[in-house]
């Protein structure tokens, strides 16, 4: 994110792929043949990893990994303007690849970003200049000192549906009040035909990269009123 006097002060942030189909194979996903189909490099798993026909957990460095029969879920932690990881991206897009007929249903890119006030600042004044405001009338049931305020968005962006949550969390290694920006893109492929879908999912994760960067500046906009 760019640092200028408008940017956020971002605690932490994380995104995520998550793949949806009407059922996945997981045994399909053994360790040989995530290696030998370049899903992953030798040698990148850490830490404990589960492989059987219900399900798949492992993950690298970067990413973890987990595959059940609804769908496959990459997270990974994201900072600065690293954007979007190669390897996450890559296990994406290989799988889709490399099976095409899975019936895939939608994909959903996702982004957390975690955001403190400006040092110097009360998180509840904070809270309240940026979403607290407004018209509605049950708003002036919460004029108290200890309110906090969400807001959800939605729209069509880009071909997927975006849904944004702004919700205060008491979350970080200190435990501290923060806002959450959670963003959805949710790319929906069940009415598309089979042969359509997974062409269609490896367009979206191809385009991520604007995503990331409207998603950002989103968050700017939204923590500056």
Same mark, same amino acid.
């Given at each position: 994110?760019?640092?200028?006097? *408008?940017?956020?002060?971002?605690?932490?942030?994380?995104?995520?792929?998550?793949?949806?189909? =009407?059922?996945?194979?997981?045994?399909?996903?053994?360790?040989? @043949?995530?290696?030998?189909?370049?899903?992953?490099?030798?040698?990148?798993?850490?830490?404990?990893?589960?492989?059987?026909?219900?399900?798949?957990?492992?993950?690298?460095?970067?990413?973890?990994? $987990?595959?059940?029969?609804?769908?496959?879920?990459?997270?990974? !932690?994201?900072?600065?303007?690293? +954007?979007?990881?190669?390897?996450?991206? #890559?296990?994406?897009?290989?799988?889709?690849?490399?099976?095409? &007929?899975?019936?895939?249903?939608?994909?959903?890119?996702?982004?957390?970003?975690?955001?403190?006030?400006?040092?110097? =600042?009360?998180?509840?004044?904070?809270? #309240?200049?940026? $979403? !607290? !405001?407004?018209?509605?009338? $049950?708003? *002036?049931?919460?004029?108290?000192?200890?309110?906090?305020?969400? #807001?959800?968005?939605?729209?069509?962006?880009?071909?997927?549906?975006?849904?944004?949550?702004?919700?205060?969390?008491?979350?970080?290694?200190?435990?501290?009040?923060?806002?959450?920006?959670?963003?959805?893109? &949710?790319?929906?492929?069940?009415?598309?035909?089979?042969?359509? #879908?997974?062409?269609?999912?490896?367009?979206?994760?191809? +385009?991520?990269?604007?995503? @990331?960067?409207?998603? =950002?500046?989103?968050?700017?906009? !939204?923590?500056? +009123?």
């Amino acid at each position: 994110m760019p640092d200028d006097a *408008r940017s956020p002060v971002v605690e932490n942030a994380f995104a995520g792929i998550v793949v949806t189909a =009407q059922t996945f194979n997981p045994s399909i996903f053994t360790e040989t @043949w995530l290696v030998q189909n370049g899903l992953i490099p030798p040698d990148a798993m850490v830490g404990v990893r589960v492989f059987s026909p219900e399900v798949v957990q492992f993950q690298t460095a970067s990413v973890q990994v $987990l595959i059940i029969p609804p769908k496959m879920q990459l997270t990974f !932690g994201i900072q600065g303007d690293t +954007g979007p990881l190669d390897l996450p991206q #890559r296990i994406a897009t290989r799988t889709i690849e490399l099976l095409p &007929h899975t019936p895939y249903q939608a994909l959903g890119l996702n982004f957390d970003f975690f955001v403190a006030q400006p040092e110097g =600042q009360d998180f509840g004044t904070y809270n #309240r200049a940026l $979403l !607290g !405001g407004g018209e509605c009338r $049950l708003l *002036r049931e919460f004029l108290v000192p200890d309110a906090k305020f969400g #807001r959800y968005f939605s729209k069509n962006h880009r071909g997927a549906r975006l849904k944004l949550s702004i919700t205060p969390v008491v979350a970080g290694p200190e435990s501290k009040d923060l806002l959450q920006f959670s963003f959805n893109f &949710h790319h929906d492929v069940s009415q598309l035909a089979p042969a359509e #879908r997974a062409p269609k999912l490896g367009e979206f994760i191809a +385009g991520w990269q604007a995503l @990331w960067q409207y998603a =950002q500046a989103l968050v700017v906009l !939204g923590t500056t +009123g």
